[in-house]
């Protein structure tokens, strides 16, 4: 679900800044529904601008990357190379898009309790040795 680049994105937290992958994983998860509900209507409205979904696509692909969202990430992949292979069978990218929808949102339906759960244990403390 989660890769590395997510490990670096909670490495990032210190003191300073505790909830630092919440709120990245927060502004993720706004932009991508944004972006995701615009490639759904471009899906739904013929004839599909595939220049303009391809626009939309790269930049899911590139958020999704940077902060390790594997899954959503191969899906979006998949719709990257159905445009790339100039294959515009609209079908296929329907159910392809229909699977990055279902993983985006196991993504947040699996996050969101993790960060609830993070907030209530709240910061960790080191232990430290007695002298």
């Known amino acids: 679900m989660l890769d590395k680049h997510y490990v670096t994105v909670e490495k990032l ?7 630092f992958a919440e709120e990245v994983m927060t502004m993720y998860f706004r932009e991508s529904t944004k972006i995701i509900a615009i490639i759904e209507q471009a899906l739904e409205k013929p004839p599909i601008d595939f220049i303009g979904l391809e626009k939309y696509i790269d930049q899911l692909k590139g958020s999704s990357s940077s902060i390790g969202a594997k899954k959503v990430r191969i899906e979006v992949n998949q719709m990257g190379k159905c ?3 100039q294959e515009e ?4 990218m329907k159910t392809i898009f229909k699977q990055l929808k279902k993983e985006h949102e196991n993504l947040r339906g699996r996050i969101e309790p993790y960060f609830r759960l993070l907030r209530q244990v709240g ?6 040795r007695p002298r």
Do not use: H, M, V, W
Request: no cysteine.
């Open 13 to 19: 937290e210190g003191k300073n800044n505790p909830n």
């Open 83 to 85: 445009i790339e292979e």
């Open 89 to 92: 069978d609209i079908e296929r």
């Open 123 to 128: 910061p960790l403390e080191t232990a430290q």
